[in-house]
């Protein structure tokens, strides 16, 4: 299961960007997307997202700058390759 959400919905995940001035940066967000989300990340509701599911053998091309959310249904093994 996956979940992307744009750049311009960075502010409504509350997501930070660490590394900044670092070509190897990288971000998180507070907001737990299955989880029920609380009063302080209220904007999360409305932030908009594309989701979706793998089949075995599938592949998900992430372009720069996308937030995502991964969540494996099944055992599996995932292979991450960052250039």
């Given at each position: 299961?996956?979940?992307?959400?744009?750049?311009?919905?960075?502010?409504?995940?509350?997501?930070?960007?660490?590394?900044?001035?670092?070509?190897?940066?990288?971000?998180?967000?507070?907001?737990?997307?299955?989880?029920?989300?609380?009063?302080?990340h209220a904007m999360a509701a409305d932030a908009?997202?594309?989701?979706?599911?793998?089949?075995?053998?599938?592949?998900?091309?992430?372009?720069?700058?996308?937030?995502?959310?991964?969540?494996?249904l099944t055992t599996s093994v995932?292979?991450?390759?960052?250039?």
């Open positions: 299961y996956f979940r992307l959400y744009g750049l311009e919905q960075t502010a409504r995940i509350y997501a930070t960007t660490q590394r900044a001035n670092n070509t190897n940066s990288f971000g998180t967000s507070p907001v737990r997307v299955e989880a029920p989300i609380p009063p302080e908009t997202y594309v989701e979706g599911l793998l089949a075995p053998g599938d592949m998900l091309f992430l372009p720069k700058s996308m937030w995502h959310y991964v969540r494996s995932s292979v991450n390759f960052w250039y």
